[in-house]
């Protein structure tokens, strides 16, 4: 897309509705109570926003500083479920993107990166000791939202060859490979469902599709670092069990080919899922989010097949009115903004140019969303991601933050 000077008025108004984290705060129409140190739905993920505006407007840098200090207004947590999306390490996000290449912040950074780092290596050994025992992970171990592909993702944007970048990568191989008497179920398979509901409630577990909170997310993450050149011992069979994961439960659709969101024991064992069919094309579980990282996956090993396979994917869901129709709200998470976003991040790898023919359209129903939708603080639900995707589209240009890392988009 071309620099679009409607939609940089649209991000100007949602981000003056923004400007005072006091009043914006206060005034919340979200269900959930905002969380200073919260990149999902706090002080720590609107500052993003003013990082990434400030950076081409630097008088802006005065809103910036403001929520970034707002996100520490209280003490610092770094408790053991710390993640990206929580506490210190969100701090340590968005103060790596408020840094960029000058000299600020670099104490707090300093100090942030020690206690993430500290977090990360306890979350490790806690992960290698539940493998060793031979039990079931949660999801909560492992993906982007709440877990150590979160982390990793942190790590790798923040220091790509850091050891302890390897070692992250080092655990997700180890989470590909099946547990012993695992019953040929993948090592990523949850005994819990989709949102932690426990085994009585769940008989068998789940295996988990999504980029937020499944076995994509990891998939990204090793695409991404072994396209940077960051590589760990059986880093490309990691993906490779991923990949013939996601073949063999890949459905073909008149729009093109679609994944589940999850599957349970039942569908496991009957090599058959009960979804119909491609539901909301969503970033968080639908098929763009698991298309944009089998398509990392196909750039960083050379499968030019899959590339094909996945592109076609999310092409197709991109042009499918069915399918669009299913997007009811403008968030980042499971709305417009988010597929936006991926779509964008996809068509600047994409092998054909009809992804990008598709972008206007997609910005179209996103202003369109966001007309009747409540203004609120969150990232992922809420104006602030909204306001994200649209600078991204308005600008042309990728964020100069590197704010879509957390998304794992690039």
Known sequence: MHPDPSLLALVDDIAAGLHDPDTALA???????????SLANGAAGVALLHIERALTQPDLWGTAHAWLFAATSVDLHASPAASLFFDVPALAFVTHAAAGDTGRYQRALTQLDTATEQLTRARLAAAHARIDCGDRPALSEFDLIRGLTGLGAYHLHRAPHAEVTAAVLAYLVRLTEPLPGGDGLPGWWTDHGPTGQPPAEYPGGHGNFGMAHGITGPLALLALALRRGVVVDGHRQAIGRICAWLDAWQHDHPSGPWWPRTITLDEARAGHCNQIGPLQPSWCYGTPGIARAQQLAAIATG????????????????????????????????????????????TGDATTSELSACLPHLAGLLVEQLQTAPRSVGLLEGSTGVALALHTAATGTAPRSGWDACLLLA
């Open 303 to 346: 499968d030019t097949a899959r590339q094909c396979t996945t592109e076609t994917a999310l092409l197709g869901c991109l042009t499918d009115p069915g399918q669009l129709a299913r997007i009811i709200d403008p968030s980042l998470c499971h709305g417009a903004a988010g597929l936006l976003q991926t779509a964008w991040g996809a």
């Open 27 to 37: 005034t919340d129409a979200s269900t959930h109570r905002p969380r200073p140190q």
